[in-house]
């Protein structure tokens, strides 16, 4: 099944509509500086060292590499079809206050992927409960939980919860700052602080679902939007895309 949104591109979006059509459109015109690339490869250890907790855990990603499309459809097959579409409840969410720790688990699954509204997620590790229904986990190397975490999150649990029942949706980050960083042993900097966001990214519905209504729109344009540059191509993130936006910039002062 094709997609028009992922995880990055709606972060990216919120960012720049242009670096979100250059995301769809040239992507070969990003340009990533050493410090950043080096800054994906400690997410990933940090990511990897969480997934390490579930060592029955099914990777999608070795199975399926670079096919995207097929993620969706392989983790409807493995998660089988209980615990399909429902909202979790308020008293659901108090039942359990066990949640937001590794537990025993009959399916674990990561880089699961779910599409919903045109958008495919790909979840870091997802937990499959005797009811069916979904406990998430989203893997940042971060100390602290910044508004992108949260956001990305929001996005996740919109589409997840669309497909699946999400018991719980929580975000594991680096615990140097000591939050909840007793849940297990961490990666090489430190604990992991696991907190569970469940209810209020189910909150977010209507304002991810207009996003991504925008998003839309602006990927299925033809033209590059013509943004200037200014302050938000440096956050949150430096964006890539700098050194061509800037060129355009250099030769319009030529003329
Ligand atoms: S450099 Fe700035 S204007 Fe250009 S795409 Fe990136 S954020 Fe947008």
């Not at 097929?70 to 097959?77: L, N």
């Not at 699946?164 to 975000?171: A, D, E, G, Q």
Request: hydrophobic share 35%; charged share 25%.
């Amino acid at each position: 099944m094709t997609h028009l949104l992922s995880k990055s591109k709606y972060i990216r979006g919120l960012q720049c509509e242009r670096a979100l059509w250059l995301d769809v459109h040239e992507p070969r015109l990003a340009r990533y500086t050493a410090e950043q690339m080096r800054r994906f490869d400690r997410g990933r250890d940090f990511e990897y060292a969480f997934k390490a907790q579930f060592p029955d855990g099914i990777d999608l990603s070795a199975e399926l590499g670079r096919q995207v499309d097929s993620y969706s459809e392989r983790t409807a097959e493995l998660l089988g079809g209980v615990g399909r579409r429902r909202a979790a409840s308020a008293d659901d969410t108090a039942a359990d206050s066990g949640r937001g720790t590794p537990r025993p688990y009959g399916v674990v699954l990561f880089e699961a992927g779910f599409q919903y509204d045109d958008v495919l997620v790909l979840a870091d590790v997802v937990c499959q409960r005797e009811d069916g229904s979904l406990d998430i986990y989203e893997v940042k190397s971060g100390t602290t939980l910044s508004d992108t975490y949260r956001r990305d999150a929001a996005l996740q649990h919109y589409v997840i919860s669309h497909c699946r029942t999400v018991h719980s949706f929580s975000i594991v980050y680096n615990g140097l700052d000591g939050v909840n960083g007793a849940n297990g042993q961490g990666g090489q900097d430190g604990s992991f602080a696991i907190v569970d966001l469940t209810l209020d990214l189910a909150a977010e519905g209507d304002r991810i679902a207009a996003n991504i209504a925008e998003m839309k729109t602006i990927v299925r344009a033809t033209a590059e939007p013509d943004t200037p540059t200014g302050q938000h191509c440096l956050s949150p993130y430096a964006c890539p895309y700098q050194q061509h936006c800037q060129q355009g910039v250099r030769q319009l002062a030529l003329f």
